[in-house]
């Protein structure tokens, strides 16, 4: 990447006094001009940043809403190719705002981890998190990410230990994940009370500043995330069950999108 794009971000928020909030979709979903009119309302509902995921067959961290809209890109013929290009679409439009990817390990082995990296940089990704690639096994990951300019996100739950924990943000990285709860991602009615320990014991280790995911679909959930200590919350099935909605309405769709993250943005000024 040119220019740090998320330094950038969190040293705005922070003048501010506000937390991030970073909206999920998975991209093509349902087709590929569909899913760059979401992303562009999610930016203009004032998204800080954003979290796409490339359609695949076995999303195994996700839930059935996302699983669903993984299943209409691929049935709309969204390849990896194919979804790097409405990124390269939507940041022709759009220079500032972090761009982050969740994929799965066989999606960048297949074309190799080299051109997938080299492919993402020149698309205008910032970072990529590999959701089924433990600690142990992310060196390679790390490697080509710096070589190709992309930030390698990390993932920590509340059942990681201090010894992993401490290892993790040694490495660094644009963010880290949290895990506000163990399972898959979707919709929680309340935020779990293993967050704020999580978040108290990554802040005594330092590292990267931390986005809280799962279980994240209200206002009230991003105050509270923010107020248990993390630097901003990830909102992923909420977007998508917007989209699933409103299928049959594209206008309709990407207004409510918008709206959406405007009030969910708007909740990140009050958490501090």
Not at 24 to 49: C, Y
Not at 105 to 116: D, I, Q, R, S, T
Not at 135 to 141: G, K, Q, V, Y
């Amino acid at each position: 990447m040119s220019r740090d794009r998320y330094a950038e971000t969190f040293d705005r928020l922070a003048e501010r006094g506000e937390g991030a909030f970073v909206p999920f979709t998975v991209l093509g979903d349902p087709n590929a001009k569909t899913s760059l009119e979401i992303l562009r309302a999610m930016a203009a509902g004032g998204a800080d940043m954003l979290e796409l995921g490339i359609p695949f067959s076995d999303p195994v961290a996700d839930g059935p809403t996302i699983q669903a809209a993984d299943i209409r890109a691929l049935k709309a013929g969204i390849t990896p190719p194919k979804a790097f290009d409405i990124i390269r679409k939507f940041r022709k439009e759009n220079d500032d705002i972090p761009i982050g990817l969740l994929v799965y390990a066989n999606l960048v082995h297949e074309p190799g981890l080299v051109k997938f990296y080299e492919e993402a940089a020149a698309a205008g990704v910032d970072s990529i998190l590999v959701a089924d690639v433990p600690l142990e096994e992310s060196a390679p990951f790390r490697w080509v990410g710096e070589k190709t300019g992309i930030g390698h996100v990390s993932m920590v739950t509340p059942l990681t230990d201090d010894a992993r924990l401490a290892e993790t943000a040694k490495l660094g990285g644009p963010y880290l994940y949290v895990v506000s709860r163990l399972g898959v991602t979707g919709r929680d009615t309340s935020l779990s009370k293993s967050a704020k320990p999580l978040l108290r014991r990554i802040k005594k280790q330092g590292g990267p500043p931390t986005l809280l995911g799962f279980g994240i679909s209200k206002p009230e959930h991003v105050c509270a995330a923010i107020a248990a200590g993390a630097d901003g919350a990830i909102s992923g099935s909420a977007v998508v069950e917007i989209m699933q909605k409103h299928a049959g309405d594209r206008a309709k769709m990407a207004t409510s999108v918008r709206r959406f993250v405007a009030a969910m943005k708007k909740a990140t000024k009050f958490g501090k």
